[in-house]
């Protein structure tokens, strides 16, 4: 609503959509969008009957399979910008009145006159001009703008530097130091491309402390294309920027698209410019090309984890420097920040923040002393980065190992081949000599077991010992029985397996090489089950006492579920439940009647938000038992879901305490039974927050 867009495209693959598009369409109707066009598709998961339902209630148009292969990719994206392409501006509010006062509808309005003010100065045949019925309200926003003291904070630089998330870090602090009691409205501009006069509008999506907080809406941001090329601002900016004070805000924040050496549009328009940067400019004189270091209040070095940060915080600043001509102050003092937006909480950020307080209070934005302790630093105090630099190379190294381990592998492999060859060449001496003591042929006999014993002298003690246990090896996997001793305990494997069919299957079957090198280079690089390299396996044998079946359920309420967990183990010496949850309980959610959740609770997976639940969706089965073992693909709530799963385990042994015993355990019985439970309970939780990773205020 505040982007005021003509349609929105959604990807529904995971049910409850029906709830979900009914949802927007009725959000979009009550907030001053019922003109917005929804468009949809699922890839088969919306059925035709719920096509027809949706488009009835207001939907656009949802694609289904079918339309895919008909139109391709490239027809539907044509089709929805085909009708999305209507004129908004007559939806534009003709009264000043309509976008003051902060309320939802008085920002809707808001963004539809910054729609209006974009298409009109894009329809001038002038750049700035308005068609004669605009120009009474343009010509008024900007006097009563004239009135306002609203400080502009411009944000400009290289694409890349990380204007947008710097842009989010410093309005998270603002909020976060002020207590979230001032109202701020962004601007941010992205370019349009020469070729197809269209532009990614993106910035957005970097945008994680924009959101309502506990105070409500504070944060209203708007994306305007440049519409132009070689400009790094919308010709719309300066209407827009006056629209934003006569609206009310307490501070402006404009970011501009990357820019090149030469290019400062940003700086007549704003009152605080700031230049973001990163430490990769190239050799320093390369910084006496940069024109907004002439004009920059404040400069950023961003990503100063990065090679050579320092040298280019000491070269920025000393440029600053001279071109204030500065000299009588030290260039440590010059208004030079190192940053790393992308780090939490990052001090170099925090240190821009604070020095960019006292600047926009002279302006007229009211601040109080602020919550975040103060810093003294002028850059990024931990520059740790997420892999150290002495581990920057941790994974060449692991595989220059292994390539290091197998071409040993193949060197000893050749030494055990050429001692076995020697060897026999020297038998075979030995054995065509009459005397059978080498005088016959002393020379070759003797040159031969030389050879042997120098290679002999290069084989590693290791590989002679695995060639000499070869044997050994042999004879224990030849029978039918797989003795191996353990603290004088003797466990025994059964070494085949009989087919249905009645056909005997050895478990592990050894290659029947003759050649000390294949041998040693099997042994080396393959070997049997639990045997270094383990490439047949971490252990010897499967574990004999245990079907390896799971039980995979996870569909509606704990109860259905718990329900077709005992029917799957019915009969089942193991219980191996394989748990799948709903998306609702993925992404930490509870159930709730908001139809963008409703539909989704219990589709594809079991809900789970209490201790309650989890007792139910476990009940009758237990889970200390050795043949018990849970699977819970729960991934971010993982921690919380894994402590509901302990403590009902524990639960469930206090509660058979108290029935065994007639009474409650004491606090130490109570505690060496939670001991216990979490010494024998079974389970793996599958918690790969990687992929599913989201960003949050």
């Excluded at 923040?353 to 109080?368: D, I, M, N, S, V």
């Excluded at 718990?562 to 193991?574: E, I, T």
Aim: a neutral charge.
């Amino acid at each position: 609503l505040q982007e005021d867009v003509q349609g929105i495209a959604i990807s529904s693959y995971q049910g409850g959509h029906v709830e979900y598009f009914k949802y927007m369409v009725d959000l979009l109707k009550a907030r001053g969008g019922a003109h917005i066009q929804v468009f949809g598709g699922g890839g088969g998961v919306i059925v035709p009957s719920e096509i027809a339902e949706l488009q009835a209630y207001g939907v656009a148009r949802i694609y289904s399979p079918e339309d895919g292969q008909r139109m391709g990719l490239a027809g539907m994206i044509g089709e929805m910008v085909q009708r999305c392409d209507h004129d908004l501006t007559r939806y534009a509010p003709t009264r000043i009145d309509a976008i003051q006062g902060h309320s939802e509808m008085s920002w809707r309005a808001l963004a539809q006159l910054i729609t209006a003010l974009e298409n009109e100065n894009a329809a001038g045949q002038v750049k700035g001009d308005f068609s004669e019925h605009f120009k009474a309200l343009a010509l008024d926003i900007h006097a009563q703008a004239a009135t306002k003291n609203t400080p502009v904070l411009g944000i400009t630089g290289t694409g890349g530097a990380g204007k947008s998330s710097l842009t989010d870090e410093l309005i998270r602090r603002l909020r976060l130091d002020q207590g979230d009691a001032l109202r701020v409205a962004l601007i941010s501009i992205d370019p349009s491309r020469r070729k197809s006069g269209g532009a990614l509008l993106g910035d957005r999506i970097r945008m994680n402390a924009i959101n309502p907080w506990q105070q409500g809406s504070r944060v209203f941001m708007r994306s305007l294309a440049t519409r132009d090329f070689g400009s790094e601002i919308s010709v719309a900016l300066p209407d827009v920027i006056a629209a934003c004070k006569v609206a009310g805000f307490d501070l402006i924040v404009v970011e501009t698209s990357g820019i090149g050496q030469g290019d400062a549009a940003i700086v007549p328009l704003v009152d605080v410019p700031m230049y973001v940067m990163t430490p990769e400019f190239g050799a320093a004189s390369q910084l006496e090309k940069i024109d907004m270091l002439d004009f920059a209040e404040f400069v950023a070095i961003n990503k100063f984890d990065r090679k050579g940060a320092s040298d280019a915080l000491r070269d920025v600043a000393k440029q600053v420097q001279r071109n204030r001509e500065a000299f009588g102050v030290p260039p440590e003092q010059m208004p030079v920040f190192g940053t790393m937006a992308a780090r939490f909480n990052d001090d170099g950020v925090t240190a821009l923040y604070q020095a960019l307080k006292p600047r926009l209070a002279e302006l007229g934005l009211t601040l109080t002393p602020g919550l975040l302790p103060q810093v003294t630093v002028r850059h990024s105090s931990n520059q740790s980065p997420v892999l150290p630099a002495a581990r920057t190379r941790y994974l060449a190294e692991i595989s220059d190992t292994v390539r290091g381990y197998k071409a040993r592998a193949r060197q000893q492999a050749k030494l055990a081949r050429e001692i076995q060859q020697l060897t026999e060449s020297a038998r075979m001496l030995l054995a065509a000599d009459p005397g059978k003591d080498g005088t016959a042929k002393p020379g070759a006999y003797g040159t031969v077991l030389k050879l042997a014993e120098d290679r002999h002298e290069q084989q590693d003690s290791a590989s002679a010992k695995l060639l000499a246990q070869w044997p050994a090896m042999q004879q224990a996997y030849a029978g039918d029985m797989y003795v191996v001793k353990i603290r004088d305990k003797e466990i025994c494997t059964q070494l085949t397996t009989k087919t249905l069919s009645g056909t005997t299957i050895r478990k592990v079957c050894l290659p029947q090489y003759e050649d000390h090198g294949e041998i040693l280079k099997w042994l080396m690089l393959d070997n049997v089950p639990g045997s270094y390299p383990y490439t047949a396996g971490t252990f010897a044998f499967k574990r004999e006492n245990e079907d390896p079946t799971r039980m995979f359920a996870g569909e509606g309420d704990p109860f259905r579920t718990n329900k077709r967990f005992k029917l799957l183990s019915s009969g089942m010496p193991a219980k191996r439940l394989s748990t799948a949850f709903d998306s609702v309980t993925l992404y930490g959610n509870d159930p709730d009647p908001r139809p963008d959740i409703y539909g989704k609770v219990g589709n594809s997976g079991v809900s789970i938000a209490t201790l309650d639940d989890l007792k139910v969706l476990y009940g009758g089965f237990d889970l200390c038992n050795p043949a018990t073992s849970v699977s819970m693909t729960i991934n971010g709530p993982a921690p919380s879901i894994l402590a509901m799963f302990m403590n009902a385990a524990i639960d469930q042994n206090l509660e058979k305490f108290a029935t065994d015993n007639g009474r409650d355990p004491t606090d130490t019985e109570a505690a060496k039974i939670r001991e216990w439970v979490l010494a024998n309970v079974r389970g793996t939780v599958q918690a790969d927050i990687l992929k599913e990773c989201r960003p949050t205020s």
